[in-house]
């Protein structure tokens, strides 16, 4: 009689799990949250980029296939502008002349947030000042700035302060009408908290209207950010006393017919106020992005 003797299946080995791959539905998740952020940035910038071509493409065509050579100093291709103006001799020039720009730019934002702020915080007070005084900051913002040069020449001089004064007169506007807007957009039932505790007018002003006008207030400085700029270089052309701003640099370059320059400064005098426009979008993401809901 054969017997055959069951033998118990060895088991086998278990396999290890890849610690670089995702084990779970969570880790899953997870990679896919963090790709998520990537992916929509790339897909955001892709429009920009995309029209910055157009744009460099049609530069390229109306300098090449439009443009006489003769006549190209008219609009000289992009390498051009690079070459000889940005990497070209009066580099350090345009640098130079665009921090001094951007010195009167910064000067004249700070005076304006100051003077526009101080004003709003008078006019949101009481309805009687605001029916004052609000009028006259719509005559300053209607006020043609180059009507008023000679008199801003006459109080001022032709220097440094005068450019000032034009970076203040063109920035002032938006600050004011944003801090008062923000500052009458306080959520009634926070106002009627607030005076249940019967606070001082400081101590509101400082706890609950500041704070609620943070974003208005953020988005006004962006936009005087950006016309700061547009002040200094306007100051630039018709006040030239003193060291020379890129505004005068470009008024320079266009009299004495050297295209790459004046290219090279206007893409300079531009990249300064992106610049300015897009720190004070950063700031206000930093200081109130963590809390406000658009």
């Not at 702020?117 to 029916?131: F, G, I, P």
Request: proline residues 7%.
């Amino acid at each position: 009689m054969t017997t055959h003797t069951d033998q118990a299946a060895a088991p086998k080995d278990p396999v290890e799990p890849d610690p670089g791959a995702p084990s779970t539905t969570t880790d899953i998740a997870v990679l896919a949250q963090k790709v998520k952020p990537a992916a929509g940035a790339v897909k955001k910038m892709a429009g920009p980029f995309a029209v910055f071509l157009l744009v460099l493409g049609a530069w390229y065509l109306v300098s090449y296939g439009v443009l006489d050579p003769d006549r190209r100093f008219l609009m000289p291709p992009p390498h051009e502008v690079i070459t000889d103006g940005l990497l070209g001799d009066q580099a350090d020039e345009m640098w130079q002349g665009l921090a001094r720009t951007a010195g009167v730019a910064l000067t004249g934002l700070i005076v304006a947030t100051v003077i526009g702020m101080t004003w709003a915080v008078a006019m949101a007070q009481s309805k009687q000042l605001e029916n004052a005084l609000f009028p006259y900051a719509v005559v300053l913002q209607c006020i043609p700035v180059l009507a008023l040069v000679p008199l801003v020449g006459f109080w001022f001089g032709f220097g440094f302060g005068a450019r000032v004064f034009v970076c203040v007169l063109i920035a002032l506007f938006p600050i004011v009408s944003n801090t008062l807007f923000g500052l009458k957009s306080v959520d009634p039932r926070l106002q009627d908290l607030f005076a249940l505790h019967k606070p001082g007018r400081w101590t509101t002003l400082r706890k609950l209207y500041f704070p609620a006008a943070m974003p208005a207030i953020f988005a006004g400085l962006r936009i005087s950010a950006g016309l700061a700029v547009v002040g200094a270089i306007v100051g630039d052309f018709f006040f030239k006393q003193g060291e020379p701003g890129i505004g005068v640099l470009i008024d320079n370059y266009r009299s004495r017919l050297q295209a790459p320059e004046l290219f090279a400064s206007i893409v300079l005098a531009s990249l300064l106020g992106i610049v300015f426009f897009w720190f004070f979008g950063w700031l206000s993401n930093r200081v109130v992005g963590r809390w406000y809901q658009k």
